[in-house]
């Protein structure tokens, strides 16, 4: 099946700072998610984006799928935004999606 | 909220045991999906529903079963349980069978501990 890689495992900022988090994967997706599961363990929806890129408030994702790699960016981080960051990948004729490992975001006041 | 519903949020119970996991989808879904995530093995699918009948499955154990009813709720049935079990347990739901036609939308998962 599709292997899902993100990159850094573990990321420590200062609040307001800025930060990239970066989802390879090994095959062509027709579905791509990326998740912030919070402190509480809900996994909250970020976005979902297979191709091109998004913007929502101080958070945007950019896909190239012919390159296999998603990034996402997160502007003036906050201390709510800690937590972890997955992507998420369906490929094919799947019906589920598979899931990275995550990148562990803290971010200190 | 992402307008999926889990019950409960939290279960604990003994070895042994067996368990109910509820899920209501959003308005309009047709798909429900179940994940498990353990410490060990992440976010891992266990199987999907459309419409009634089951679609595919994934990682799930045989002494798991699940069901949608006509209403389009889920149930997750976990028997036998070992220490192994304990996780959290998301539900997700999507108006297509297809993964790559829309998104999933993600409960808040219920937890559930093995003593």
């Known amino acids: 099946g599709i292997q899902v890689e993100q990159s850094p495992p573990d990321l420590i900022l200062q609040e307001g700072a800025n930060s990239t988090l970066r989802c390879n994967f090994s095959d062509s997706v027709n579905n791509l998610q990326w998740f912030h599961q919070n402190p509480w363990g809900q996994l909250i929806n970020l976005f979902y984006i297979p191709s091109g890129t998004k913007q929502n408030g101080r958070l945007s994702a950019t896909t190239v799928a012919t390159e296999r790699y998603s990034l996402l960016y997160i502007s003036s981080s906050q201390t709510t935004d800690s937590g972890v960051y997955f992507c998420?990948?369906?490929?094919?004729?799947?019906?589920?999606?598979?899931f990275g490992s995550g990148t562990q975001l803290t971010v200190l006041p | 909220d992402s307008g999926v519903t889990q019950t409960p949020k939290h279960l604990i119970t003994a070895t042994g045991q067996r368990v109910t996991l509820r899920c209501s989808p959003r308005?309009?879904?047709?798909?429900v999906y179940w994940y498990q995530q353990s410490l060990d093995q992440g976010l891992q699918f266990l199987i999907q529903?459309?419409?009634?009948?089951?679609?595919a499955k994934g990682n799930i154990l045989e002494r798991f079963s699940a069901q949608q009813f006509p209403d389009l709720h889920s149930e997750l049935n976990l028997s036998s349980l070992e220490l192994g079990d304990s996780a959290l347990y998301f539900c997700a739901s999507s108006p297509s069978g297809q993964v790559g036609v829309s998104p999933q939308h993600f409960g808040d998962g219920t937890r559930l501990s093995i003593l």
């Open positions: 308005s309009g879904d047709l798909s």
């Open positions: 998420a990948v369906g490929s094919g004729s799947a019906r589920q999606l598979t």
């Open positions: 529903y459309y419409n009634g009948e089951e679609r």
